[in-house]
């Protein structure tokens, strides 16, 4: 519980009505008589403009550089965030730092599931991290924290504020390619989390830092840490790993290799690696993050983000399950001067994987054989193609790049085409 009367490791005046607080936002919407709230600097304006909202909400105190009630005062708000996230972070006995161009937040739930541990939620900012550390760093269970990047030197600040035991690159590939610039900047720009700590990576990344010494490769087939007898199918997965057998419902390769990260980390650690196996079984990822919705005919769900690397394991995986396979795409956000061609790879692969594919927003054409310049026309058309026994995946990226210069752009938002293909599938009755 962040206590503003507790030993803090930065000079500030603390107003006598501060109290303890839950937790931290830098959202004032968020503030309550349990959140407290940090006014931190920002694109347009500064947080000092919502201190007083904040305080009639009933935040238990608020981290300003204004001389106001419940006042933890400071000369810079957001250095005072990050130096109280270090200092409670150094109280944590266990923390494993997540990046990759794709799987982070499914690495994520898998290995916080096998340590037990505490873990990030989906916004990973550095104001994010920060009062993630300092809500749970004193906790005596693990912290898993997801560590995203969309710029050259933003890791070495990312690891500076999370001091990660473990780091772990999940993938390697395209993506934020109008800030980091290539592949090779890329792997090299996330290889900063697996400096001077132990380093795990996915099979995928793996030939990214074959000649980095100490780096363990984990997953499937030709890795340090190999899971065995890997089995698919429209239920889900099964492999075993250290003599244990591990079922995930509704679940695809990709989950498959995150859960060999967890118990990889879990076996380290020195945990009954049976009972972390069993703890696998039951994870549930966020919405738009590869969630199944079965029934007369099966929904993929996997529309949150996407990049080139996370659309074709996404394909992959589609094209393993039986029926007959449909993918919906949409337009990948961030890929600079090559974006073209990155969205014509990708169409191909569709048309490999897919038995009928769809392309919608720019670069439709590029996606899918059915190419529809808005979601609406899309929607017509599919579902009066979609039938029982089909398997539809459906990826984009949504929202907008939040580049300064490419500001206009929008993601399709295909999570609304998820919402039509349910209630189409249920409109009969039959439960899905």
Not at 160 to 172: A, K, N, W
Not at 338 to 350: I, Q, S
Request: charged letters at 20%; glycine letters at 10%.
């Amino acid at each position: 519980m962040p206590d503003p009367h507790a030993a803090l490791p930065f000079s500030a005046a603390v107003h006598p009505q501060a109290r303890p607080a839950a937790r931290l936002t830098w959202d004032s919407r968020e503030a309550s008589p349990k959140v407290a709230f940090v006014a931190l600097p920002g694109e347009k304006m500064h947080g000092n403009r919502f201190v007083e909202a904040a305080l009639e909400a009933g935040a238990p105190f608020v981290l300003t550089d204004l001389d106001v009630p419940r006042a933890v005062r400071v000369d810079d708000a957001q250095a005072a965030l990050f130096a109280w996230a270090r200092a409670e972070r150094a109280r944590n006995p266990l923390v494993v730092g997540i990046t990759g161009s794709a799987g982070k937040t499914t690495a994520k739930a898998y290995a916080a599931a096998a340590l037990g541990a505490h873990f990030m939620p989906v916004y990973n900012t550095p104001p994010a991290i920060a009062c993630f550390l300092i809500e749970y760093g004193a906790s005596p269970r693990p912290l898993v924290v997801e560590m995203g990047i969309d710029r050259l030197g933003e890791m070495a600040e990312l690891v500076d504020l999370v001091r990660p035991d473990v780091g772990v690159v999940t993938s390697i590939g395209p993506a934020h390619l109008e800030q980091l610039g290539s592949i090779e900047n890329i792997a090299r720009e996330k290889g900063v989390l697996l400096e001077r700590v132990r380093g795990l990576v996915g099979a995928q990344a793996a030939p990214f830092y074959a000649d980095r010494p100490g780096v363990e490769s984990y997953g499937f087939g030709n890795v340090t840490h190999a899971g065995q007898e890997l089995s698919i199918t429209p239920q889900g997965v099964t492999f075993t790993f250290g003599g244990q057998t591990v079922s995930l419902p509704l679940a695809a390769r990709v989950q498959a290799e995150a859960a060999v990260l967890g118990l990889v980390l879990a076996q380290r650690a020195g945990l009954n690696v049976a009972e972390a196996a069993g703890r696998l079984g039951e994870v549930s990822v966020p919405g738009g993050r590869y969630r199944v919705h079965g029934g007369r005919f099966t929904v993929i769900d996997d529309a949150y983000n996407a990049s080139p690397v996370a659309v074709s394991a996404a394909l992959n995986a589609l094209h393993a399950l039986p029926g007959r396979r449909i993918s919906v795409l949409g337009r990948m956000l961030e890929l600079g001067e090559t974006e073209r061609e990155l969205h014509a790879a990708v169409g191909r692969e569709a048309r490999a994987c897919a038995d009928l594919t769809f392309g919608v927003g720019a670069f439709a054409a590029e996606l899918g054989e059915r190419a529809h310049a808005s979601v609406p026309e899309l929607l017509t058309d599919l579902l009066s193609e979609v039938r029982d026994g089909d398997v539809v995946l459906v990826k984009a990226s949504r929202g907008i790049s939040w580049t300064p210069e490419r500001r206009a752009q929008e993601g399709v938002g295909l999570d609304v085409v998820v919402d039509a293909l349910l209630r189409h599938r249920d409109a009969d009755g039959r439960p899905g």
